[in-house]
């Protein structure tokens, strides 16, 4: 066998290792169908960058069973998810809603870009601008423009 087929072999085994125990599956595959739907929505609050679903940690392990525990009793997934903020806060999802409190932290990157783009178009005006002429150099110039232009000499 070759190498790259060896490492196919072992990425597929790793997979099916990390999958969860059967034991731990919900018995209805609809409801277990609709945890598996959340723990993709629900972030790991110890690795922060991943779902609960990606996450091999203890808390992650815990939630995924309040989400089945949850789901069993009966709840929508609506309900499931109000339960986890009420608990955690609105960061326990990957992708919090859109609210007062984090209105800023929403709008923040987009209010920095434009204050860049502002400072930048700010300081080509001013690097482009002409300052106004002096009351000597807008008489040198009156004059200038007041001659035929410039003067052949000697011929």
């Not at 070759?2 to 290792?17: P, Q």
């Not at 018995?27 to 277990?32: K, T």
């Amino acid at each position: 066998m070759t190498a790259r087929r060896m490492a196919l072999i072992f990425g597929a085994l790793l997979c099916l290792a990390a999958e969860a125990d059967p034991a731990e599956r919900l018995a209805d595959p609809a409801a277990e169908a609709r945890a598996r739907a959340l723990f993709q929505e629900t972030r790991c609050l110890v690795c922060q960058g991943q779902s609960i679903d990606d996450s091999e940690a203890p808390l992650a392990h815990d939630l995924r069973q309040i989400i089945r525990g949850q789901i069993a009793a009966g709840h929508s997934p609506g309900q499931v998810r109000a339960f986890l903020t009420a608990r955690y806060g609105d960061y326990v999802l990957l992708r919090p809603p859109l609210s007062p409190a984090n209105a800023l932290l929403w709008a923040g990157p987009f209010l920095v870009g434009l204050l860049g783009l502002g400072l930048l178009f700010g300081r080509y005006r001013r690097a482009n601008a002409t300052p106004p002429l002096s009351s000597d150099e807008a008489e040198r110039l009156a004059a200038l423009e007041s001659d035929d232009g410039p003067r052949q000499s000697g011929k």
